[in-house]
């Protein structure tokens, strides 16, 4: 190699250096955003620490599109004889179909699919509980107003890209690049004394529900951790130390523009918040009920796992992870690619909960699904097309089990069914308002900043009423 090809200028170089490495977390990727550098600059530093009183909420997002009407399944004589009819080539037997035994009597017997078998015992258990035709709504909404307009739909109605955007951001009549995860984070921001590390960590890289004003989100990765600045702290080779040496540089020398000194705190925080993480991850114990290594799933649950066991560490009181399970979208072949699916969930969830009975904190962790929208009750052949209200699962210590909460719609087809908006597609009887209202309320959001998160949510709860819980799936 001749020598003007090794040849490196210096801002060439310290742009690999640090840009290239940035990319591991998701902190470093989004500073080039103005947008983030000024989130980063507003940051509040201050801290209220609140011994004890720690709480974790973990957002699985099932992309695609969920088929959750055969999660869960009515068992009844009349309920069942709607859903095979309905659902035809794409129902299950009802000798396949795993028996709950729901405390309420919400019109009869119900199963689910029988991948289910650990969801299955945390729901007899009552850690696990059900919510049925959840979906977005702009206000309260019946069939004749869907079909004649007189009452707004959500926007892109039907639509992965408008309804995924809609359920991370609780705002069913706009696209918008805030999620209430990440409006959350800026509410309670002063909650966690260690303002190193975002309240917010994703395993699944840069996503909306965890972007606020103030937040952006921390990124693991779900073998490795927290990866940080690539061979920053590898000094074996000449050429990392001399890397690690141009770094240190570029962050310890004194900058008068607010943005270049926004730029280079934040590269400091980032450094400190990936040594001070991984020191802890690495650390973190062993789990008695091992979790799958080859699911990528059960991977990032069981990073959350290890990063829950360092909160007194961390002293954080208050965080919220992200998972993105996706593939969802079963056009074709759904019966098959559910049954993989639903045992590689169920597998990785019965491990995580596992991990936090032995940690102690199964109380403080509530695990919530969503998916941008379930499917047509009606087979196009081979699989279901794209729908709109789905049933939605919520697990943990805090959660009311043993229960079906919100309404399990009719699964009949045409003017009989006032939900049904043509091809099984169902208007939902719960909105994600409420849904979300529910679990924010249980976080630590007051009741008057529910507005701020969710415009619409005075039109399905009272926040001024006193009246408890928007659903009550939350004790």
């Keep these: 190699m001749g020598q003007s090809t090794q040849k490196m200028n210096r801002r060439k170089f310290l742009g690999q250096a640090s840009c290239a490495a940035i990319g591991a977390t998701t902190v470093f990727s989004t500073l080039f955003n103005l947008r983030s550098l000024q989130a980063a600059a507003a940051f509040n530093h201050s801290a209220v620490t609140m011994p004890g ?39 299950l037997g009802l000798d396949e179909i795993l028996k709950i035994n729901a405390m309420d009597n919400h019109g009869g017997d119900f199963g689910i699919h029988p991948s289910f078998k650990h969801l299955q015992q945390f729901f007899e258990s009552g850690r696990l509980a059900f919510v049925s035709n959840v979906g977005t709504l702009v206000r309260p909404i019946t069939k004749q107003e ?21 359920w991370q951001t609780g705002l069913p009549d706009q696209r918008a690049s805030k999620g209430w995860g990440g409006k959350m984070a800026d509410l309670l921001m002063a909650s966690n004394e260690n303002q190193t590390v975002s309240m917010n960590i994703s395993l699944s890289g840069s996503n909306i529900f965890q972007t606020g004003e103030n937040t952006v989100e921390y990124s693991l990765h779900p073998t490795r951790g927290s990866v940080g600045i690539i061979d920053y702290q590898n000094q074996d080779w000449l050429l990392n130390q001399l890397r690690r040496k141009a770094i240190d540089g ?49 991977n990032s649950f069981q990073m959350i796992a290890r990063t829950i ?24 072949k759904l019966l098959e690619a559910q049954s993989d699916m639903f045992t590689e969930m169920d597998t990785a969830l019965f491990a995580f909960q596992s991990a936090l009975d032995q940690l102690g904190v199964s109380d403080q962790v509530t695990t919530f699904s969503m998916s941008e929208f379930s499917r047509t009750l009606t087979s196009n052949g081979n699989g279901t097309d794209h729908a709109w209200g789905g049933n939605v699962f919520v697990l943990g210590g805090a959660v009311s089990g043993q229960r079906i909460f919100g309404t399990y719609p009719s699964l009949l087809l045409g003017s009989g069914n006032p939900q049904e908006v043509g091809g099984g597609s169902l208007i939902p009887t719960t909105s994600t308002d409420a849904y979300f209202a529910e679990l924010a309320l249980w976080y630590g959001v007051a009741p008057s900043d529910l507005a701020t998160l969710f415009p619409n949510i005075g039109y399905f709860y009272n926040t001024g009423s006193g009246s408890g819980r928007p659903i009550g799936f939350l004790r």
């Design 146 to 166: 869907f079909y004649s307009g007189m009452v707004p739909s959500p926007l892109g109605l039907y639509s992965h890209s408008d309804q995924i955007m809609q």
């Design 309 to 332: 066991a360092g909160r007194e560490k961390l002293k954080m009181s208050r965080q919220i992870f992200f998972v993105e399970y996706g593939g969802w979208d079963h056009h074709d």
């Design 250 to 298: 570029m962050v310890a020398l004194p900058y008068q523009d607010v943005f270049k000194k926004t730029y280079i705190n934040t590269v400091k925080t980032a450094i400190e918040g990936n040594e001070m993480l991984a020191n802890i991850l690495n650390n973190a114990p062993d789990f008695t009920v091992p979790f799958e290594a080859e699911s990528d799933l059960a």
């Design 53 to 91: 009183d720690y709480k974790a909420l973990v957002c699985l997002l099932n992309a695609g599109g969920m088929d959750s009407f055969n999660m869960l399944v009515p068992r009844s004589q009349e309920g069942y004889k709607q859903y095979a009819t309905t659902r035809s080539n794409m129902s």
